[in-house]
């Protein structure tokens, strides 16, 4: 039997310094006595570590508290200039892009409008989308730590392209993410858009303390995340969740309208099923989130037409939902995406109505929370997560090590954990 490792006081400095920064993200700004209570560390552990920390430019100074009994105390806080992080949401027409500092404060926002444009300037857009929220924070971008960018396609581990994605022009390169690290000069991952939105909804909306869930988005297109054990399941290729091309009863398959056409779920409850199905019960609206909504307040005002227009979607809606719960049989199932936000608690209990008629597991439905682009929401997060883990370990490496190796190696971790969703 091997004995277990003993801690080398590097090691339990290391963990002590990242305990009390994660205590300072959470509660912070705190005095010295009050981190060391938090922490469990003795005044002078505590007074060493933050010395520590405030030479590594982790921690500064933020004030005094005064009033209190005794001396003025100090306080402290996360330097939130000890790194910055980049989200990105690509669409057909636009990159919008967040920028948040270590302690995860929104310090800039931009949109680059991207109509038209064709293969072979995918850098060239993402610098572009880069540099305005850059300048708008006064950085420059070779000082972020992470950029996260969502799409509506994966990457396929195996070939290291962007798969179902047809509808993004110029991002089907060889070695998408490579590309884009060597011609931006900073940490790149890409990610699936919904996947990125399961992600907002573990850390901060209605999938909170749940480890096995589904994620249903619904808007012009239909998209899944699926999540068991608290892990992200992306599949063999990268495309575990594209139910939009799921065959389902009722709706044409690929083999019989060719596999870029509309077919499967997509066909069946996609965005401009939507609009057919509103309209044939004298329903309207420019686009279908704008459909649903009319629809509801239709219903609400009593119209029987649009009572029936609403439950005939959500049927549709449930046979997809069904043959995914009866296969994973998740804890809940977290509604997004605009024409399931815009049919709100009413379209929500259709739905679930019609999911608990056809399937023996019957998982609540619940709509998301998230405020704000959710794509947004969980591209930050990810980048935050690995931005925090390489940050706050940097404290105990050797002085040799260069920022663009540490870079290197926590991508390598990244690479190794990559499947995994904080709880």
């Not at 808007?219 to 139910?243: I, K, Y």
Request: charged share 20%.
């Amino acid at each position: 039997m091997s004995q277990p490792t003993p801690g080398t006081p590097s090691l339990l400095r290391a963990i002590n310094d990242r305990a009390a920064l994660m205590v300072l993200l959470e509660r912070g700004p705190l005095t010295r006595p009050e981190l060391g209570a938090l922490t469990g560390l003795s005044k002078p552990t505590a007074s060493q570590l933050l010395s520590r920390l405030q030479d590594a430019g982790l921690v500064v100074l933020d004030g005094i508290r005064e009033g209190l009994p005794g001396r003025t105390a100090e306080l402290y806080r996360i330097n939130p200039r000890a790194a910055h992080v980049a989200a990105l949401d690509v669409t057909p027409g636009r990159i919008d892009v967040a920028m948040a500092d270590i302690t995860g404060t929104v310090v800039a926002e931009h949109r680059l409008p991207t109509p038209g444009r064709t293969a072979g300037d995918v850098v060239e857009r993402v610098r572009a989308a880069l540099a305005g929220a850059c300048a708008d924070a006064r950085l420059d971008p070779a000082d972020l730590s992470r950029v996260v960018i969502g799409i509506g396609g994966a990457i396929d581990p195996s070939t290291g392209r962007l798969g179902y994605a047809a509808h993004i022009p110029g991002w089907h390169i060889p070695d998408l993410v490579g590309t884009l690290r060597d011609g931006i000069g900073v940490p790149v991952d890409v990610e699936n858009d919904v996947n990125l939105v399961a992600q907002a909804e573990q850390t901060r909306g209605a999938a909170q303390g749940h480890q096995d869930y589904v994620l249903l988005w619904a808007d012009e297109g239909l998209g899944s995340a699926l999540v068991l054990g608290g892990r992200l399941h992306r599949g063999a290729t990268g495309g575990a969740g594209e139910v939009g091309y799921m065959p389902v009863l009722g709706a044409p398959t690929a083999r019989d309208v060719a596999k870029r056409a509309d077919h499967g779920f997509q066909a069946l409850s996609g965005g401009p099923a939507v609009l057919r199905i509103l309209r044939s019960h004298g329903l309207r609206g420019a686009t279908p989130p704008t459909a649903v909504h009319n629809a509801v307040k239709a219903v609400e005002r009593g119209d029987a037409q649009a009572a029936m227009a609403l439950r005939e979607l959500a049927g549709r809606l449930a046979v997809g939902l069904a043959a995914i719960t009866a296969v994973v049989d998740p804890e809940i199932v977290v509604l997004s995406g605009g024409v399931l936000l815009s049919g709100g608690e009413v379209l929500r209990d259709l739905i679930e109505q019609e999911l608990h008629a056809l399937t023996i597991p019957r998982p609540p439905l619940r709509l998301s929370t998230v405020e704000g682009n959710p794509v947004l929401a969980g591209a930050l997060d990810l980048a935050l997560g690995i931005a925090r883990d390489e940050t706050f370990g940097a404290v105990h490496r050797p002085e040799t090590t260069s920022r663009r190796e540490a870079h290197d190696r926590t991508r390598g971790d990244h690479d190794r954990r990559h499947t995994s969703i904080p709880s």
